[in-house]
């Protein structure tokens, strides 16, 4: 089994990182492979169509997903917002029934709007939505001070813990025989005439 976690941060090994490699440590220690794929700035600097077609391949593939931002002006990154548009487009039939978790991470405020926002494309995409003992952010200006965030780095591990369990309750139901439902054709309601 395999976990991709998205650090959409402009920071490549900063907070964000920080909290997604504690939940990669927590799956990794169950026995679940993992992958932390940058996002950020790739996603503006014109290797958006490459970095989408790549992470896609690699969704065929994969069990689960965590997607990570920093929040930024009360929301998460642009870059991850774009990256997010294009990559559910492109796989959101490979993305359907496999567990997610959105996590969030911040100086102060802002993270329960990021985690709105970013939990919007896991339902549109009917995945599992993984979660913890509380609302999955940390807190923190520098890495470092993310690692003195004990309740986030519990919340942290927590979720790497319960993404493993769902992950495995799944294959057991699937090894009994337990078949995914399957898609209905989408209803759209239009309220202009």
Known sequence: MKVLLFNGSRREKGCTYTALSLIAKE???????????????NAVNGKLDDLVKEAAAKAKEADGFVF?????YASPTGEI????DRFAGVAGADLRHK?????????RAGTSTTLDVLNKYLMYNEMPVVSSNYWNMVH???PEEVLQDKEGVQIMETLG???????KCLEAGKKAGVEEPA???KVMTNFIR
């Open 161 to 167: 813990k319960n993404m493993a369990w769902l992950l």
């Open 140 to 142: 923190g200006n520098t």
């Open 27 to 41: 799956l990794e220690k169950a026995g679940i492979h993992t992958e932390i794929i940058y996002v950020g700035l």
């Open 81 to 84: 917002q774009v990256f997010l």
């Open 183 to 185: 898609k209905p054709a």
């Open 99 to 107: 567990p997610a978790a959105a996590i969030a991470s911040a100086r």
């Open 68 to 72: 990570g931002s920093p929040v930024y």
